[in-house]
């Protein structure tokens, strides 16, 4: 059964730093492009950042460019992202997922398949 599990979230304050892990089993996903996505209390859930399979081409929301860094580890199925810098807005449930190489690089949540169940991520002020 394909399943993807983020972990790392927690309760840090403004200003600090932290460094979600989604890990992949069930199949390799090291040829398929990958991505972050976020959903705040009330909100609906908004793209964060994804990686080309490559591991060289990136996407990044304006609201976290020059803040978080994703980045994929192939050898071991997983792709991370460090949130340096973050701010009480960034709370949310953190979530991943796959998308289609024919996708790329569209951000729409809709392009992308097999999600995680995600990870709290709260800033506190």
């Known amino acids: 059964q394909v399943q993807l599990v983020e972990s790392g979230g927690g309760l840090v304050q403004a200003g600090g730093s932290l460094r979600l892990s989604c890990a992949a089993s069930?199949?390799?996903?090291?040829?398929?492009?990958m991505g972050w996505f976020r959903r705040a209390p009330g909100k609906e859930r908004e793209f964060v950042a994804a990686?080309?399979?490559?591991?060289?081409?990136?996407n990044y929301a304006a609201s976290v460019k020059g803040r978080f860094t994703i980045s994929r580890a192939n050898a071991k199925n997983t792709v991370y992202l460090q949130m340096n810098s973050l701010k009480p807005e960034d709370t949310a449930v953190y979530s991943c997922?796959?998308?289609?190489?024919?996708?790329?690089?569209?951000?729409?949540?809709?392009?992308?398949?097999?999600w995680g169940q995600g990870t709290q991520v709260t800033v506190s002020s």
């Open positions: 069930g199949r390799t996903f090291s040829n398929y492009p």
């Open positions: 997922a796959v998308q289609s190489l024919l996708d790329w690089p569209s951000t729409n949540s809709g392009t992308f398949g097999t």
């Open positions: 990686i080309h399979w490559n591991g060289i081409s990136t």
